[in-house]
């Protein structure tokens, strides 16, 4: 008896004996796991500040995106609303395309002498669609100088100036798809690639420019719809320079279709055409330049 107590007092002494390294081990274990769980923390509280700033500094950068869809919706609701805009931008081009593709060659069939036109009259026909789209543009720009819009927007972050070149360069490209889909109609053949997409670029030209004439120089939409018929009968008279021998043609030079009908005629001629483009590009510059200046004295006095 006296043995086995010696014996359990022996192993009670080592077990205390033994008891301070368990201690030391379970708090480095201690020790170590908190490290880890701190520097799993901080990395992921790192991870999250860094998913944070992307998603503002993305969220900051579609903001000026989302504005600009949030007017394509706004804008495509008046449209749809008013019978005779959705006409014009929607049904015309079609109507047009179609009359290109079937009416056209069933006319030249029964009148031989149209023929000789074939070219001149696609082109005025694509003319008319264009200053049509451009009429649209107009009619919504009068509607929100009625409503103040206008005004109200040189208060807001996205400015007059992005709101104007939203609304032209939607209806502009617009009208270059159109144009291309025109150009390339039979009886087109001699441009190439390059030249009709350079004459379907000059012919939407006649977008901004019909937009802001409209929108500058009528006070109301009956007012506009008086202007843009004038305008349209304006923009035909080049194609009188067709039938015009003498210098006196040129007289019609100062309207940039002019040279836009007659870019198009010296390249299916085989003739030189730079100088045409050069002229095309400078008036309807000065043009565009001339009417903006006007449109934002007339809106903001």
Known sequence: MQGLSGWQNATCERRQANCPQFLNLNLNLNLNLNLNLNLNLNLNLNLNLNLNLNLNLNLNLSKPMQKLLRLARLDLRMILREEMLWFMLFVVPALQFSLALLLLPWLEARFPAMAEYHPLILMLMTLQVVTSIGFVLASMLLDERDEQVLTALRTMPIGVN????????????????????MLSAPGMEGLGAAARLTAAFLFAGAVPITALALAALSGNKVEGLAVYKALSIIL??????????SWMQYGLGIIPVYWTLHYVSNILAGKPAAAALLLALITHSLALGGLFYLFKRRVFP
């Open 162 to 181: 992005t709101f104007l070149f939203y609304r032209l360069s939607t209806g502009t490209f617009m009208a270059v798809v159109f144009s291309y889909c």
């Open 236 to 245: 035909i008279l080049p194609a009188g320079s067709f039938f015009i021998d």
